[in-house]
């Protein structure tokens, strides 16, 4: 599973991030969090409300720092193709 | 594939222990608004009573003055921002900018600047967003004006600033700084979009095509809209409290030593030049309006008359250094000028027309 969280280095993407690895490290799923930070790569992804966060290419959240349960939530379900 | 699925069951978990306390949360509120109002109207004389009782200062003393200025301050600043930026939240969670995007697209330009500016007070926005915003907007057919006119309306028109307003001034003066504030908005939005602006944008803007459209916002149950909101302050208020404590202090040092119409010389009425000089100090400092307002307020109380303290907090909330060089990704200099420009020519103007009129 390949997990980007999109955001320029605001606090709230901090934040999102680190959520982010807590809760891939919480479910043992096995996951690359890559962190996305040029302004540019950010808009080719279709996010525009930072923070962003993309599993496996599908957008599941903008603009919001995330719940650790929520992230767990898309880790759960979004491992099956 | 999957993603209805998902949703479900993302849904369901999230479900469950909330439907429960939605009624508990209700409960919590309208106990907690009865006890705010209660509090907050016994704020004054309790800081009397500290002041003067427990501290034992002697009242008419520089000191005296001074500390009952701030214990009477800090605690009613902090109870607005609760009140008020709660209320703001629960507000925001019904518009996201995806949802905003959606309603200025297709919108006829003039319309379109009028909407964009009182958008742009109820549209959660962080600075740090304006760029990927600023090319999600362009890319959906929004007009760079109305684009503008969101952009300067977002931080300029922000809810702190309205609330220390409400709270050290009265009413008026929250209401003429937000509809002057509104009124700059939308009149740069409509004169950058006269400009011909469009090839004052970097050429990678327009060739960026967004691979998806962000999902839909699934729409929240008022459960968790009011988790949101007191997210929102939590968040807020843990960010802005150093800055309300320091700027209050300041306020009441001045409040208590700085002798009455001293200010008034140079920040008065008759001094024209005050306008344009407090534009041009604003404007490259950056703090947020909690820090400012209390400061300003204190200006005020000795003598500095209304406009140029009201052009001064304009420029330092509404045209900041650091928004203007993360735009600067995406704007040539001579839009970034304009922009600027057109922005601070409206505060000035903001400036004289309330120093003539009140």
């Known amino acids: ?81 | 594939m999957d993603n209805k699925e998902v949703c479900e069951c993302a849904t369901a978990i999230d479900k469950g222990p909330r439907e429960l306390t939605i009624r508990l949360k209700l409960a919590l509120i309208i106990a907690s608004l009865a006890a705010w109002w209660l509090l907050y109207r016994q704020l004054e004389g309790l800081a009397q009573w500290v002041t003067y009782g427990v501290l034992g200062l002697a009242r008419g003393t520089h000191l005296g003055v001074a500390v009952a200025f701030f214990l009477y301050d800090v605690p009613k600043i902090m109870m607005l921002l609760v009140l008020v930026v709660f209320g703001v939240g629960l507000v925001r969670s019904f518009f996201t900018p995806e949802r905003t995007r959606t309603i200025l697209a297709g919108k006829r330009e003039t319309l379109g600047d009028v909407l964009a500016a009182l958008l742009g007070i109820v549209t959660p926005f962080c600075s740090c967003s304006a760029v990927p915003l600023f090319i999600g907007f362009i890319e959906s057919g929004i007009p760079i004006g109305v684009t503008f006119a969101f952009l300067i309306s977002a931080p300029m028109v922000n809810e702190i600033a309205l609330v220390l307003l409400w709270g050290l001034f009265g009413w008026r003066v929250a209401f003429i700084y937000m509809s002057t504030g509104l009124a700059i908005a939308m009149v740069t939005g409509w004169i950058i979009g006269r400009l011909d602006m469009e090839r004052q944008v970097e050429d990678w803007a327009y060739q960026i095509r967004m691979a998806s459209s962000p999902q839909t916002e699934q729409s929240l149950t008022w459960s968790a809209r009011i988790d949101y909101a007191w997210q929102t302050v939590k968040d807020i208020l843990g960010k802005v409290w150093p800055y309300i404590i320091l700027g209050i202090a300041v306020g009441a040092g001045i409040h208590g030593y700085v002798p009455e119409g001293m200010m008034a010389a140079i920040m008065g009425k008759n001094a024209w030049w005050s306008v344009p000089l407090a534009v041009l100090i604003g404007a490259p400092i950056y703090s947020n309006a909690a820090g400012i307002i209390p400061v300003v307020q204190a200006l005020l109380a000795k003598g500095a008359s209304l406009g140029t303290v009201l052009a001064f907090m304009m420029s330092v909330i509404g045209i900041s250094l650091p928004e203007i060089i993360i735009l600067r990704k995406v704007l040539k200099p001579r839009l970034i000028a304009v922009f600027v420009g057109v922005v601070t020519v409206g505060i000035m103007m903001v400036g004289f027309l309330f120093n003539v009129i009140l």
């Open chain 1, 1 to 81: 599973m390949k997990i980007k969280v999109l955001g320029p280095g605001c606090p709230k993407c901090e934040q999102t991030a680190k959520i982010v690895q807590e809760a891939v490290a919480a479910s043992g799923v096995a996951a690359e969090v890559e962190k996305v930070t040029d302004i540019m790569e950010i808009a080719k992804h279709g996010i525009f409300v930072t923070p962003g966060i993309i599993i496996d290419n599908e957008v599941k959240s903008t603009g919001k720092v995330p719940t650790k349960e929520e992230i767990l939530a898309w880790l759960q379900t979004g491992g099956q193709p």
